[in-house]
């Protein structure tokens, strides 16, 4: 008993039997995303009809069946989508809707629908003591309205012969699966703690993370640089699966630089004997074999037959690899000809760990149904740089309408297609009467959802779905394509809408926009969090913590933990130079005094510096100030929209060289001002200009707004905490190992009023003000003496 219970393999009726018998091409040829919704409704109209012309018919019939066999414990399940029971015979009912006209649809159409339907019959026979069975599927045409069935009377022992099929089939991947979690495991509760002792705070992180995923509860964590994040929530979660508190980890980021360092993370436990499988997913756009993504037989060959090859694919590349990174991924798609986004996506659920952004798991667009349909998963989601969750979480539950867009379309259709341009027209028309709405600033704002617009934007879904299904080689294709997504987004959204939400509608020059603006993202993130069982949420920069918790909806159950630096503060001087003013109004009578402090810097010991500025304009400023006074120096400059190239390069220019030495110009919230790891002599010190604020700007003011009225922290929750946080991880880029020495500079004169100094870690008192350049040349002599 105890083997089979190790080897337990539960699995779905749908996915058992689509998996097996799938075969053919990848063909995403435009059918209507709206379908599945269409879908759904069909197979809920269908079912009432059934119950309403007979009172023997039941829908939505949950079935289970436990198994033992060749050594195995399989838990098969699924749901009926009708049970039809008379005085002759019990009729398992499987609905199917299709967009293909009827007369080409036959008994013969699909054997998948029919396998599956055999599926259901089967468990009911068994547990119903059942000789025979009737089978009825069931085909809707969305479009018609029109239905045909085919029924078949099967007896036990058919069904039984094709179930046992299905199964004998899933056996080579339940035995790889079984022999691999056993490996796995036992790998596990060997491997050790992969460095020689923990570092300070490294233990009680390790411990809080385990206790958490046992517990099934949520924890923010604010744990400095140098603790080691990435290994310490990794490795108890690690341990959690081999004693089953949970059963696979999302790792999940923003920035590309956090995978690697993930990636890097596991290299160094299999190095300790850690026998685990992970996979870091990348977008589609970028792992595309194809100059497009266009993923038709036609146009990819990868896509022609990939089902016919993928699950061979999976089997070698399971069998022989256990870090699915994108390189492994695109070798074992070119060596089987199969389309490298989608392997990936199959390979996840092969994986012990998924590393991929933020948008997998919270995104309701996109997110990975194939796990988180019903929230049963028992997942733990390890969630890097929680700060950067924020803005991207409104971001992900927010969406907006653009009136020129609509307004070209619908003169580019209006000879062609007059019914779909005149819905573009009542859109548009909409649009303007929102547009007369707005004050002199170009912006109204309303607390309610813009209903009206719904049913003229989803009367435009279903005219547009039909003529995108038929006119695939239209030179409109991709603008009404283009259109239908972005309308499609609007109403997906719409759905969330509520009192944390806000409409607001924007005038600019050429154009009008009507956005569902999500202020709060604390519940949908809480609810998104249900798709797994346990999370933690951890930056270094994590402050307030209460803040976090609240907006990234950690509710009272959830746990909170703040850990000290593990670094010696004799090795950081913070400096404030709080005599000046870096206010927007005063920014254009600071250029020459902050280029001459950073000079005084510069001289006081050679190395590396960065300085960081609130963006583009004030930096360059500066930046033009300096080199002219001081053009000796070398320096490098950020600049926006950087290549992947470019920004190699400018890391590469800071050197571990005592010899050279360059000052880089940066803005704070960019790419250099997290997640980049100068080491050592490579950075010695960053000069942070301000206090970090978001631009004044009319979404900021609607979410003060929103704040001030739910707990009084408006300012605070929209752009004090915000800058604050940009503050902390530039400065953080300058400590990075235990023997690392390196100054900070703070430059502006909020710095030392109490509502900042009570926002700093307490790793950065003492902490000294520098009212002038001589104070700051003493401090510094004192420092590196």
């Known amino acids: 008993m105890k083997d089979l219970e190790k080897n337990k393999i539960k699995i779905s009726v749908r996915n058992l039997v689509e998996f097996i018998m799938r075969s053919g091409d990848i063909d995403s040829k435009f059918m209507g995303s709206s379908r599945a919704l269409e879908g759904t409704k069909a197979h809920q109209k269908i079912q009432k009809e059934n119950k309403d012309k007979d009172k023997g018919y039941i829908s939505e019939v949950s079935l289970k069946y436990p198994l033992e066999y060749k050594g195995f414990n399989f838990i098969i399940e699924g749901r009926a989508d009708g049970i039809i029971s008379s005085a002759d015979i019990i009729t398992i009912d499987e609905i199917k809707t299709t967009s293909r006209p009827l007369e080409y649809i036959d008994e013969n159409y699909n054997e998948t629908h029919w396998s599956q339907a055999k599926c259901y019959a089967f468990i009911y026979c068994e547990q119903n003591n059942l000789d025979q069975i009737g089978i009825q599927l069931t085909y809707y045409q ?111 980021t923003s920035k590309t630089i956090i995978r690697d360092v993930a990636e890097e993370a596991f290299i160094k436990m299999k190095e300790k004997g850690l026998e685990f499988k992970t996979i870091t997913l990348t977008a589609k756009d970028k792992i595309c074999f194809k100059e497009k993504s266009i993923c038709n037989p036609e146009y990819c060959e990868f896509a022609k037959g990939h089902f016919d090859r993928v699950n061979n694919a999976i089997l070698d590349l399971i069998q022989q690899e256990n870090y699915f990174t994108r390189s492994v991924i695109e070798s074992y798609s070119r060596k089987h000809k199969i389309c490298p986004f989608e392997f990936s996506l199959d390979l996840t659920l092969w994986a012990d760990c998924v590393i991929c952004d933020y948008n997998y798991v919270f995104d309701p667009r996109v997110y990975l149904k194939r796990f988180f349909t019903d929230n049963s ?58 547009k007369k709405q707005c004050n002199d600033d170009s912006y109204y704002v309303q607390e309610n959802e813009p209903k009206d617009i719904y049913p003229l934007i989803n009367q435009f879904i279903s005219e547009s779905e039909e003529w995108l299904v038929r006119n695939e080689e239209s030179e409109l294709h991709e603008k009404m394509l283009e259109m239908y997504f972005s309308v499609l987004t609007f109403m997906r959204i719409a759905e969330l809408y509520d009192e944390r939400y806000i409409t607001y509608v924007e005038n600019s020059k050429d154009d009008t926009k009507i956005k569902l603006f999500c202020l709060d993202p604390s519940y949908l993130l809480s609810e998104a969090v249900k798709r797994g069982k346990s999370a933690v949420f951890f930056s270094a920069t994590l402050m ?67 300085v960081f500025f609130p963006s583009y304009k004030y930096m360059n400023e500066v930046y033009t100030v ?45 790419l250099f001002s997290e997640g980049i790891d100068l080491k050592h002599d490579r950075l010695i010190g960053a000069i942070v200009v301000g206090v970090g604020l978001p631009q004044i700007c009319f979404e900021r003011n609607i979410i003060k707004d929103y704040f001030n009225k739910k707990n009084n922290s408006g300012y605070e929750y929209s752009y004090m905490y915000p800058g604050m946080n940009k503050v902390l991880q530039a400065a953080g880029r300058v400590i990075r190992t235990e023997t690392d020495r390196g100054i900070i500079l703070l430059i502006d004169e909020r710095f030392t ?24 040349k003493k401090q510094l002599r004192e420092f590196w003496k």
Not at 765 to 773: K, L, Q
Request: glycine letters at 4%.
């Open 142 to 252: 969305i479009e018609t309205y029109e239905i045909k069935r085919f029924i078949k009377i099967i007896n036990y022992d058919e069904i039984r012969e094709s179930f046992y099929c299905l199964i004998d089939k899933y056996l080579i991947w339940a035995s790889v699966t079984s022999d691999w979690i056993n490996k796995r495991d036992d790998s596990i509760k060997e491997l050790k703690f992969p460095f020689e002792k923990y570092r300070k705070g490294q233990r009680e992180l390790a411990v809080s993370v385990y206790k958490t995923i046992v517990q099934n509860k949520k924890i923010f964590i604010q744990a400095p640089t140098g603790i080691g994040k990435t290994i310490s929530t990794l490795f108890p979660t690690i341990k959690a699966i081999a004693e089953g508190h949970t059963s696979k980890i999302f790792y999940l």
């Open 753 to 776: 009023s109490k509502s900042y100094m009570q926002l700093f870690p307490k790793e950065w008192f003492p902490s000294f003000r520098v009212g002038n350049m001589m104070m700051l």
């Open 626 to 670: 300096f080199i002219d006074r001081y053009p000796d120096i070398n320096t490098t400059i950020q600049s926006n929209n950087m290549t992947e190239e470019e920004r190699d390069k400018f890391l590469e220019s800071f050197k571990q060289n005592i010899n050279d030495r360059i000052l880089g110009f940066c803005v704070l919230g960019g």
């Open 544 to 610: 307030p913590i209460d803040y976090f918790s609240d907006i990234l909806g950690g509710g009272k159950d959830s746990y909170t933990i703040r850990l000290s630096s593990p670094f010696d503060i004799e090795n950081r001087a913070i400096l404030i130079a709080d005599n000046i003013s870096t206010k927007y109004n005063n920014r254009d009578k600071t250029y020459s005094i902050i280029a001459d402090y950073i000079k005084v810097v510069l001289e006081q010991k050679h190395g590396n510096y960065i």
């Open 377 to 434: 998963g028992e997942f733990t989601f390890l969630i890097d740089e929680a700060h950067n969750l924020v803005d991207r979480a409104r971001e992900m539950f927010s969406a907006e309408i653009y009136k020129k867009p609509v307004l070209e379309l619908k003169k580019l259709l209006k000879d062609k297609e007059p019914r779909i341009a005149k819905s573009l027209n009542k859109i548009n028309q909409f649009m303007i009467s929102m």
